[in-house]
Every structure is written in structure tokens, then in C-alpha cells.
């Protein structure tokens, strides 16, 4: 139990960093006050530009993928997870895995740092960071999940509907990999697959209302 605990609080704690703020205020903008607010790399690349966007987004991207590859690794004391956690290693270590990349995932959302460091605990929508997490998951998937993001992207400039579809595409995709050609996932693979679009649309419901309403911006656009 000692070591899940571990796992999880230092999943959170990375997935906590708010690398968009901590660029921005390295370039003097708080992200906060300009573009749509958010502490996320859409918002950095619309408000900073190009390659601080894509440094956040690398960044982000890359708590995701070192809580599954790295921190799910950590034993404390050489306590092993099976049982807690499965009956046999392969499926405490998926499990393992799967929990920290949501860790980071909701610390990414809901960030200690943020609000002890920038006075807000509202973080990232979690696009990036939960990308990171299922590359390390599913690469695959997460593969497919890119071609309808890029896709989506490119037929009409809208960051958010191509996240939110890209998402949806996650359970898909499972799905069709499963019984067209016989691709295995372990359980919390499939469960996190099915829960992450409820999730990107939680985090997304203004950017919903926005796309229903004709007023979102579309990625190009100017920073407010």
C-alpha cells in the first residue's frame, strides 16, 4: 500500500507543474490574463506562440508518459503491488501504471502548484498530459487518436473539437484493433480508454458551449 501511495502522490505532484505558467512567466505573460485563460499548451501557443506552445505541450506531454514509464516503477522497501492490485505481476503493473498517468492526469487539471505558486488551482484540460499517459499505455491507439486530432485540425482549426473527437476515438479504436486483428489491453487499459472522453468533455464543457454557440476560436486566431 506504502508504494501505490508513493506513486500516486509523486504522479500528482509532476502532473501538478504547471509548465505553461512557469513559461509564460519566464516570458513575462500570465497566460491567465490573456487568449481563453487556460493554463494549457493550446492557450500557450495561441498567446506565446509557436515554440514556447510546443515546449509546453512537450512538456505536458511528457508528465503523462514519465508517470506510466517511471514513477509506477517505485517500490518502496521492495513491497510488490501483486494482490493489491492483481493476481498476477503484468496486471499490478498495468494497474500501476494506469493510476499514476491518471494521478498526473488530475494534477495537471486540479494543481497544488498552481495555487501555491499562481494563486489558482485550475490547471490544463488534461489533452496533452492524458496523450502522454496512453502513449505509454497504448501507443497504438493513441496513434489512431492523433490521425482524427490532426484530421480534425486541419478540416477546421478548432483545437477543442478535435481533442474532444480525438478522445472519443480512444474506446474506438480499442475496439477495432481488439477484434479485427486480435490487439490485447489489459483492464485498465479498456477502462481508462472508456472513461477519459467523459473526462476531455468535462474539461471542455465551455469550450462545448462555445463550439455550439459559433464563438470558439479557432487555432491562427488572435490572442485576446
Excluded: C
Excluded at 97 to 121: K, P
Excluded at 163 to 190: C, D, K, Q, R
Amino acid at each position: 500500500m506504502l508504494s501505490l501511495l508513493v506513486i500516486l502522490a509523486a504522479s500528482y505532484l509532476l502532473g501538478a507543474v504547471p509548465f505553461s505558467l512557469v513559461v509564460g512567466r519566464m516570458m513575462g505573460v500570465d497566460l491567465r490574463r490573456h487568449g481563453s485563460g487556460n493554463a494549457g499548451a493550446t492557450n500557450a501557443l495561441r498567446v506565446l506562440g509557436k515554440g514556447p506552445g510546443l515546449l509546453v505541450f512537450l512538456l505536458d506531454f511528457g508528465k503523462g508518459l514519465a508517470a506510466v514509464a517511471l514513477l509506477s516503477q517505485i517500490r518502496v522497501g521492495g513491497e510488490s503491488l501483486v494482490g493489491l492490485l492483481g493476481s498476477r505481476p503484468e496486471l499490478a503493473a498495468a494497474w500501476a501504471a494506469t493510476l499514476a498517468g491518471t494521478a498526473a492526469m488530475v494534477g495537471h487539471v486540479v494543481t497544488v502548484w498552481g495555487r501555491l505558486f499562481f494563486g489558482s488551482w485550475k490547471g490544463g484540460k488534461g489533452v496533452a498530459t492524458g496523450a502522454g499517459m496512453l502513449t505509454g499505455l497504448a501507443p497504438l491507439p493513441v496513434g489512431l487518436a492523433l490521425l482524427v486530432f490532426v484530421g480534425v485540425l486541419a478540416a477546421t482549426r478548432y483545437v477543442s473539437l478535435g481533442s474532444i473527437l480525438a478522445a472519443l476515438s480512444l474506446p474506438l479504436s480499442l475496439l477495432a484493433l481488439h477484434f479485427g486483428f486480435g490487439w490485447e489491453s489489459p483492464p485498465p487499459v479498456w477502462i481508462f480508454a472508456t472513461v477519459v472522453p467523459a473526462f476531455i468533455l468535462w474539461t471542455h464543457r465551455a469550450n462545448v458551449r462555445r463550439l455550439l454557440d459559433g464563438t470558439e476560436s479557432r487555432i491562427g486566431s488572435k490572442a485576446g
